[in-house]
């Protein structure tokens, strides 16, 4: 019996973490502040390229979170099979390793996950934090993903972790996606 009551509060306390990031939802997403971007052009211009689109920005980080590995499949197909339908994925990049930072090395990986989409540098997780970290209590993972629609609006928020077809989240976020593409 009391196994039973420890898995019944346990699932109670899973479920309020699942969904302490509710209240973000409908807000209007910070803007992104970043100094340093990786494949963009030259004369990229971050505002100009985002605007009256709809953005999946992921913050991740390496070379050893297996959850932003596991991710980068999905990140790469939503890409290239919504970016003709005014949608863009950001991944975000934030530094969490012992190894000193690199730019190189992040564009390296950035290429051996498959990233060609724009990569920002959040090395001092000024964004994950004002996105992220300081308005959700006890947020867990920083592999965080928010969807924002044309009017930079969050729409929906992967608390962190891996989305990988099959899984059901990857699902959840992808039937996101395309609603709010269709809007």
């Known amino acids: 019996m009391k196994w039973l009551i420890g898995f019944f509060l346990l699932g ?4 309020a973490h699942i969904h302490d990031h509710q209240h973000l939802i409908g807000t209007k997403a910070p803007e992104l502040t970043i100094e340093s971007w990786l494949n963009v052009d030259k004369d990229w211009e971050q505002q100009s390229t985002f605007q009256n689109k709809v953005l999946l920005i992921r913050w991740w980080t390496g070379p050893f979170c297996p959850f932003c590995r596991n991710s980068a499949a999905a990140l790469q197909t939503w890409q290239h099979r919504y970016q003709n339908q005014d949608f863009q994925v950001i991944g975000l990049y934030h530094h969490k390793s ?11 990986l950035g290429e051996e996950l498959g990233y060609d ?6 090395k001092r997780w000024e964004n994950l934090k004002q996105w992220w970290l300081d308005r959700v209590p006890d947020a867990g993972f920083t592999s965080v993903s ?9 729409r929906y928020i992967h608390p962190g972790g891996e989305y990988v077809k099959g899984d059901g989240q990857y699902e959840e976020l992808e039937e996101a996606i395309e609603k709010v593409l269709r809007e």
Request: glycine residues 10%.
């Open 98 to 108: 012992r190894q000193p930072f690199s730019m190189e090395d992040i564009d390296t």
């Open 117 to 122: 989409f724009p990569i920002g540098i959040d």
């Open 146 to 154: 928010f969807l924002v629609d044309r009017h930079g609006i969050i």
């Open 12 to 15: 109670l306390m899973t479920g």
